[in-house]
């Protein structure tokens, strides 16, 4: 594994030196470096320190695990691979995001999930450890947003206005959502065992990831929410 020290690189410099990388990479000293691994198709980048914005934008196979924080728009408009974030993330973490997994130990900023969308056999995944901002899912058009709420105390596991404008895909909170307001336009209730068979693959990797019991973590409530149409926006427009 080859190993560079980010500390003396302008994040174009660093990038050059990602692509052109034949092997698996450890990324030292990173402080805020932007776009890494921007559409990398291979191998593993393994980031010491903090990602900067857009870390893994249009990724398209690679495996991306950053052992701090990452700041805003991780896994822009990425199509396949896996992000592992071992902190928290920014806001708008998985914008427009339509393959591959995205997975946070910690805490999402705001809008994470927003316009994820699907196609065919790809199924876009985010699950966040901890709890996510205001407008999560907002615009939300497919894929699966899993929200854990771990070690949050009693925070809510979601800010403000989560949902909005959401018209395809699949939310999975991990708790009652008691005061947590939801717009009209979509379908909210209480998971059943049953439903959560679609998350267990996913949520087994994330278990492994970072040390948990799957079973502690499956076993709570968990709330779905989806839209309760195809076109649940329609009246919203003058021409319809």
Not at 14 to 30: A, E, P
Not at 66 to 93: H, L, P, W, Y
Not at 197 to 204: F, G, H, V, W
């Amino acid at each position: 594994m080859t190993t560079i020290n980010a500390a003396d690189l302008e994040y174009d410099q660093l990038n050059r030196q990602l692509k052109m990388q034949q092997q698996d990479c450890v990324v030292q000293n990173c402080l805020g470096h932007r776009f890494l691994a921007v559409s990398l198709e291979k191998h593993k980048i393994v980031v010491e320190g903090i990602a900067g914005n857009a870390l893994g934008a249009y990724l398209n196979g690679a495996l991306i695990v950053v052992k701090g924080n990452a700041q805003d728009a991780v896994g822009d408009t990425m199509n396949d691979g896996t992000i592992i974030v071992e902190g928290n993330i920014g806001d708008a973490a998985g914008y427009a995001m339509r393959g591959g997994k995205i997975f946070v130990k910690g805490d999402a900023g705001y809008r994470a999930g927003v316009h994820m969308k699907e196609y065919q056999a790809k199924t876009p995944t985010m699950i966040i450890g901890g709890r996510a901002g205001s407008f999560l899912g907002e615009y939300q058009a497919g894929g699966r947003i899993v929200v854990l709420g771990l070690n949050i105390g009693q925070k809510r596991i979601v800010g403000n206005f989560p949902c909005t404008g959401m018209h395809g895909g699949k939310m999975f909170l991990r708790s009652d959502c008691k005061g947590v307001r939801f717009p009209e336009q979509v379908s909210v209730h209480v998971a059943t065992k049953e439903e959560l068979e679609e998350i267990r693959n996913d949520l087994q990797e994330y278990c492994e990831l970072f040390g948990l019991d799957l079973q502690t973590v499956i076993d709570a409530p968990f709330t779905i929410v989806t839209p309760d149409s195809k076109n649940p926006y329609k009246q919203m427009y003058v021409a319809n």
